[in-house]
């Protein structure tokens, strides 16, 4: 499985942007789709956006659409989030995963089997 590790995550007033990376190690992305999750305190963890691993298409939660943007860069086997117009609401612990199927991807936590340790967002108002 690949060793996945989240960077980019930090402190923002609302309404600005932060792009986070995930970096993987071991097994490559290359045949794999990836997708990014969050956790706020206290709740569940949720979807936030989901790349097949040809990159052509992306699946977004309702709540982020037309604000984040998940790419991936196949060279140095690493995906990003860039999350624009942020707000307090996003404020989360973000989490990038690999898919566990061979060039299919979901949207759901099963969807995935490798999973990073998390970067921190925090959007203040």
């Known amino acids: 499985q690949a060793q996945l590790v989240e960077s980019g995550g930090g402190l923002v007033q609302a309404g600005g942007s932060l792009r986070l990376s995930c970096a993987a190690s071991?097994?490559?992305?290359?045949?794999?789709?990836a997708g990014w999750f969050r956790q706020a305190p206290g709740k569940e963890r949720d979807f936030v956006a989901a790349?097949?691993?040809?990159?052509?298409?992306?699946y977004y939660a309702e709540s982020v659409k037309g604000r984040f943007t998940i790419s991936r860069d196949d060279a140095k086997n690493t995906v990003y989030l860039q999350m624009n117009s942020l707000k307090p609401e996003d404020t989360a612990l973000y989490y990038c995963?690999?898919?566990?199927?061979?060039?299919?991807?979901?949207?759901?936590?099963?969807?995935?089997?490798?999973w990073g340790q998390g970067t921190q967002v925090t959007v203040s108002s």
């Open positions: 790349i097949t691993w040809t990159g052509g298409s992306a």
């Open positions: 995963a690999a898919s566990s199927r061979f060039r299919r991807v979901g949207v759901r936590d099963r969807d995935f089997g490798s």
């Open positions: 071991g097994r490559t992305f290359s045949n794999y789709g």
